[in-house]
């Protein structure tokens, strides 16, 4: 009877750190399982289940339009839709971690240009901003890293994510506490913005000789010009700005991130609005100042419609200290909407959802319909 009990209670610990990681939700029940989903931060009205789903019969969607609002938006107005993962399924800290999902998106983007747009995020203990997040601003898709307070991308569906990569390495040798520098950033967004979705308006506000140092090669003294007018020391930041423009607070991503980003020849994130995209992670946080928990590097591995995108190694999160006295658990994955506020309606559309500890365990995802 000992050792039935002993096999028995081993069995039971085995289950339980495997549960710790395992998830998985198809929504063909058209219903939203409690024991797997948390849904304090979206109300009944935003929750749908289009037919049909990317395999079965349904999908699960969060939709925000005008009126809406969220819960737990700090100072700011915001629009918020999210489920999380329940508790139950959050890993151990630092322990590696699979998830596949597809994904898609409706509705409208706003006109006036990038607002800070999640449509997924990862969240581990100590952090503010995720650690890993789908984005979505200006209507394009982008998936971020954060070392503390600083942000980059890793990946994105611009038209030339090599350029968007470019712009990102030149903000990352400005000095964030340079507020010239930061406004400089800002502004030359605003310009970009405006020439983008405003360019009749751009024509008649912006004066000649600036629309003419917008336009002008590097190295060209009208550029050079604007680039010393607006703080910032490499006048090249203006010819490759406008593959980074659609990325909301771009002050985020001023400064260095120990992050390093190994993309692969075709790195190219796929468009989600209107199709379905289907996502694998490999999640291992890590930091190697870290107090506590995971003291190591942290590595991010991203696959979209079964090509492999990016490998990203670094210090991911936030820094774990020994007085913060944080639970070592997660990182939890919410899906949803959480952007601030504009009036278009938008709705995200995930199916197909799996998390286990190795991909193996993954669920297998049906052919491209």
Request: include cysteine; aromatic fraction near 8%; charge should be negative.
């Amino acid at each position: 009877m000992i050792k039935i009990s002993i096999v028995a209670v081993s069995l039971t610990v085995l289950a339980g750190t495997a549960m710790g990681q395992t998830l998985g939700d198809t929504f063909d029940e058209k219903a939203i399982d409690n024991e797997k989903w948390t849904t304090q931060q979206i109300s009944t009205g935003q929750v749908s289940f289009p037919e049909p789903g990317r395999c079965g019969p349904a999908a699960i969607a969060a939709s925000v339009k005008q009126g809406d609002s969220g819960t737990a938006c700090g100072d700011e107005d915001c629009q918020r839709a999210e489920f999380r993962t329940i508790k139950t399924s959050w890993p151990n800290f630092g322990d590696e971690v699979w998830y596949s999902f597809s994904f898609r998106v409706e509705g409208q983007v706003a006109p006036t240009g990038s607002h800070r747009l999640v449509i997924g995020q990862w969240k581990g203990p100590g952090d503010d901003s995720p650690m890993l997040a789908q984005r979505f601003d200006d209507g394009v898709f982008y998936i971020t890293v954060q070392d503390n307070d600083t942000r980059r991308v890793v990946a994105s569906a611009a038209e030339n994510p090599g350029e968007t990569l470019a712009a990102q390495e030149i903000l990352s040798q400005l000095n964030r506490d340079d507020q010239q520098a930061v406004q400089g950033v800002q502004s030359l967004q605003s310009l970009e913005t405006m020439l983008k979705r405003q360019p009749d308006f751009a024509k008649q506000f912006l004066s000649p000789a600036l629309q003419k140092a917008l336009q002008s090669p590097d190295g060209e003294p009208e550029r050079k010009r604007l680039a010393e007018t607006l703080g910032l020391t490499d006048s090249s930041l203006l010819s490759r700005f406008s593959e980074f423009a659609f990325v909301a607070e771009p002050e985020k991503y001023i400064g260095p991130a120990a992050i390093e980003i190994i993309s692969e020849a075709q790195n190219r994130l796929p468009d989600p609005t209107g199709k379905w995209v289907d996502m694998i992670y490999r999640v291992q946080p890590g930091r190697i100042d870290n107090e506590i928990g995971p003291r190591r590097k942290g590595e991010i591995v991203i696959w979209a419609n079964g090509k492999k995108i990016v490998t990203v190694r670094g210090n991911i999160g936030a820094t774990l200290k020994k007085e913060s006295k944080l639970e070592l658990s997660g990182p939890y994955f919410k899906f949803g909407i959480y952007r601030k506020r504009v009036t278009e309606d938008l709705s995200l559309h995930l199916d197909e959802f799996s998390q286990a500890p190795k991909r193996y365990e993954l669920s297998k995802l049906c052919s491209a319909k």
